[in-house]
């Protein structure tokens, strides 16, 4: 029985097309906002790093009600870090719009939201935005997204629907258009081809209740708050439900509130017919899967499954001598306090706890599987806001086992857009760090190269890559599937300058210093023994003073008023810290400061470790 006044459209891209802004035009054009209301960009990127980073982390919901009928919008995550809430909320749509770059065409996280789109069996409508971008070929954008759905294997009747059936917009200036040039200048035509030719649900209100949780929020008043769709019946407020567990187990529960979207907020509901998609409140502990349904007659639905983790990290209390002076919340406990907190609340990560022989150093951590550094981090940049001060390990690559017990790891498709010129040093780089070339296309100027890599040699990889494009080559990469062990591949070549002594560093010693690589630290920076100041120009670690000082005689130096000319540190943003560590390093973080540091800091407990670990380091 089809909803004609429901559609459910999810809209899905890569990083940056312009999925949340498309998203703030919609909602203009049907009335959300008052006419002279002022409204921020992006309205849907509500937490702060989602608008700093200017990327989606977490799927939102939203409806817009046009012509009588209500929309219900799921703006979902980009990057394919957080490919957990593309995953699961994809399951509440009949439809998506695929958003493509009029200039770059389809990237490699939109083969990623495409690929999972096309197995749901969406309906997928494509929208060539940015079409008023310098450069843009929107015909090409059609052609490349027709491949792509090609490649991933689309049925004749999606990609027929989407050979017919293309919208043309800038969402920037809030248009769209059935043809590139028609000069249309409002967002009707998109509005009406959703309505026109979307499918509406197909369920049926009068059968008995299911209804699937795909996220999971959560309020400090009420708890869990389970969000999905109502697949059949009708779910009432106040009423009796069993919830079937994704494990098997079963459970009576009452609904104690019940919400729709309506607009940017929830309206309460006392009831929510099949076909819509609601909140529920009252379920306690409800997790992601979870089927709400009739006591009298249980309808089971598809466990929900979601890609495992392909990253871990392990959290620590901070043991700086500086620790406490920037942050407020320095104890072991509460970081673990506050880390199996988020494990009840975050169903993309599993968060454990583990001893200090697996930690890497004499205590114990936690660790966080999530799917990719950028996903870690955006968990770590959330903790150091909240006043923590804490220390983390290298990422390391989780592997899995294969049919005959073979040992499998995550591999990546890295795709890299740079001058012609640099393609070799390109092919190089991808190459040393386990990655196979599977594509190489020219245009004269630009290169586009297509490779098959490790997880593990992603690492690192992007500033390599940008160092040796001259800032000029975009790199982009996706999960693509598990493979067989790369073998050993080559690591960071250049050893650290490491601080002897507890001291402010100053200006004359790094003059000196910078001369034997690129330092990391300025004058009057705060640095401690063991802590990581500055890359050598060659292998080999070696220890430096920070704070020496010039030997003043009493003869004046012809060159003695000439300043030490310092070349500006280099910074570390979280992910590049993270990707540049070895394995015997850490990175500490406070709410002010990203440090580098190595795990031993006493310097000769450090080389005794060297010793018999079966390293040399080298002392200066």
């Known amino acids: 029985m089809l909803q004609e006044q429901l559609r459910n459209v999810a809209i899905i891209a890569h990083v940056d097309h312009g999925k949340t802004t498309l998203v703030d035009q919609l909602l203009r054009a049907t009335g959300a906002y008052r006419e002279n209301q002022q409204v921020t960009e992006r309205v849907l990127d509500s937490n702060d790093q989602e608008r700093e980073r200017g990327i989606t982390i977490l799927a939102k919901n939203i409806s817009i009600t ?22 699961r909320v994809l399951k509440m749509a009949d439809s998506a719009l695929l958003l493509v770059d009029a200039y770059e065409g389809p990237m490699p996280q939109t083969r990623f939201v495409l690929r999972h789109a096309i197995d749901a069996g969406l309906q997928v409508l494509l929208v060539v ?5 310098d450069g843009a070929d929107p015909d090409r954008a059609v052609n490349s997204s027709l491949d792509l759905m090609m490649d991933l294997g689309a049925s004749d009747e999606q990609l027929e629907f989407a050979l017919e059936h293309v919208v043309y917009t800038s969402a920037a200036r809030g248009y769209a258009r059935l043809e590139p040039d028609d000069g249309n200048m409002d967002m009707l035509p998109l509005l009406d081809t959703i309505i026109e030719w979307l499918p509406a649900p197909d369920a049926d209100p009068a059968a008995p209740l299911a209804m699937q949780v795909m996220t999971v929020d959560h309020s400090s008043y009420v708890g869990r708050i389970g969000i999905g769709r109502v697949f059949s019946g009708t779910v009432h407020a106040g009423e009796g439900v069993l919830v079937l567990k994704n494990d098997g187990a079963r459970e009576s529960a009452t609904v104690k509130q019940l919400s729709t979207f309506d607009y940017l907020g929830r309206r309460d509901a006392s009831e929510v017919e099949a076909g819509d998609i609601c909140a529920v409140v009252g379920i306690d502990g409800v997790d992601i899967g979870d089927v709400l349904t009739s006591p ?22 901070s043991t700086s001598p500086l620790v406490g002076r920037e942050g407020s919340i320095v104890g072991g406990r509460q970081l673990r306090d ?37 996903h870690l981090s955006v968990l770590m940049e959330t903790l150091r806001r909240e006043g923590f001060e804490f220390q983390v390990a290298r990422p390391r690559v989780l592997f899995a086992k294969g049919e005959h017990g073979e040992r499998l790891e995550p591999i990546e498709q890295a795709v890299i857009e740079c001058p012609d010129d640099v393609s070799g040093k390109m092919i190089e780089i991808l190459g040393g760090a386990g ?43 996706t999960f693509l599937e598990y493979g067989p062990y790369a073998g050993e591949f080559e690591k960071r070549a250049n050893g650290a300058m490491i601080s002897m002594a507890t001291e402010k560093a100053v200006a004359y010693a790094l003059g000196t210093l910078q001369e034997r690589g690129q330092l990391f630290v300025g004058p009057g920076d705060e640095c401690y023994e063991g ?55 850490l990175v500490e973080i406070t709410p002010e400061s990203i440090r580098l540091r190595k795990r031993i ?3 000769n407990e450090r080389k005794k470790d060297n010793v018999r670990r079966g390293r040399v380091a080298k002392l200066a």
């Open 531 to 585: 802590m990581i100041v500055g890359e050598r120009s060659r292998a080999g670690d070696m220890t430096v003073n920070v704070a020496r000082t010039k030997n003043l005689g009493n003869q004046r130096s012809s060159t003695a008023d000439i300043a030490v000319q310092l070349t500006p540190p280099r910074t570390f943003t979280l992910e590049e810290a993270l990707e540049y560590i070895a394995d015997d390093e």
């Open 296 to 317: 009298e007659a249980p309808q089971e639905l598809a466990p929900i499954r979601i890609d495992p983790p392909t990253m871990a990290v392990i959290f620590e209390a």
């Open 129 to 133: 935005n940015k079409i008023d971008r």
């Open 66 to 87: 046009y012509d009588g009928v209500k929309i219900n919008v799921i703006d979902t995550p980009g990057h394919a870090d957080f490919g957990g809430e593309v995953e």
């Open 601 to 603: 800091l006493d310097t």
């Open 435 to 477: 990655g196979q070339l599977v594509s190489m296309a020219s245009n004269g100027t630009t290169c586009h190269l297509e490779f098959s890599i490790p997880t593990r040699g992603i690492l690192g990889l992007k500033n390599r890559i940008l160092n040796a494009s001259h800032g000029e080559g975009v790199f982009y990469h």
């Open 338 to 374: 506050r880390l199996l907190r988020e494990a009840e609340n975050n169903v993309t990560m599993e968060i454990s706890e583990v001893d200090g022989e697996v930690a890497g150093g004499g205590v114990g951590g936690i660790e966080v599987k999530g799917r990719g550094i950028l």
